[in-house]
């Protein structure tokens, strides 16, 4: 199965990543909350908290804020009780877009995302107008040059669902979202080691962007993604530089 370049996006999306840092403990410590409330604060039979767990110690989240978040979800210390929310909508060029917040406020929220998504050139849908456009899947990238046959067999072994082939020799490992951590953990125990990868809303069908089109997307996505109450932005978006 082939699929369009994914390389050149990497870099760029590390970077930007890394500029908004200082935001992702707290996104981090709300998913792990939130995670520890549903369905209780023991990860070995909590998929979900497993996975955001996984992720806080990715971002070098110290072991201790972990485990007050986690006990904060469980009802073991008091704080903020969060309400998942989702909104849909349409960006430039009638791109899908997903919002996923977590929030104490949810008027507050409301305002803030429609405010985005209108100042930014999108509209704001109602929901179910464009999930359906999207899987919630795991992916890890590996940088071209990688053994494709040796990286196929190791990733079905280990329980992938699919391995596609990029345009530029990057390839891409997807997986059920709770088979995420394992399937990664056994990749690296066969030597391989993903340049990027997470559990997310994967677009079945992509729009490609470019010139004035790709920075106005870039605008509203910042705009949403800078929002406190916004967890993740999903996006058909492919923007071509």
Not at 16 to 24: N, Q, T
Not at 30 to 40: F, M, P, S, W
Not at 100 to 112: L, S, Y
């Amino acid at each position: 199965m082939a699929g369009h370049s994914k390389w050149a996006n990497i870099k760029h999306k590390k970077e930007r990543a890394d500029a908004k840092r200082g935001k992702v403990f707290t996104r981090l410590i709300k998913e792990i909350t939130v995670a520890a409330r549903l369905g209780g604060g023991d990860a070995t039979t909590n998929p979900r908290l497993r996975l955001a767990i996984d992720k806080a110690y990715d971002a070098n989240m110290p072991k201790d804020n972990v485990q007050r978040a986690v006990d904060r979800g469980a009802g073991n210390l008091e704080g903020v009780s969060y309400e998942e929310l989702r909104y849909e909508g349409y960006g430039i060029a009638g791109a899908a877009v997903m919002v996923d917040c977590m929030t104490d406020n949810k008027t507050r929220t409301v305002a803030d995302v429609r405010h985005a998504f209108s100042k930014y050139g999108g509209n704001m849908g109602t929901d179910g107008c464009v999930a359906f456009q999207f899987k919630h899947c795991g992916y890890l990238v590996f940088a071209p040059g990688v053994d494709e046959d040796a990286l196929m067999e190791a990733a079905l072994e280990s329980g992938a669902e699919d391995v596609v082939t990029n345009d530029d020799g990057s390839i891409e490992v997807i997986t059920d979202p709770y088979a995420f951590s394992d399937v990664k953990a056994a990749l690296e125990a066969a030597g391989f080691k993903a340049e990027d990868g997470e559990v997310t809303m994967r677009a079945l069908n992509e729009t490609v962007l470019e010139g004035d089109d790709a920075a106005r997307m870039q605008k509203l996505i910042d705009a949403l993604e800078d929002l406190d109450d916004v967890q993740e932005v999903y996006t058909s978006a492919v923007l071509e530089e």
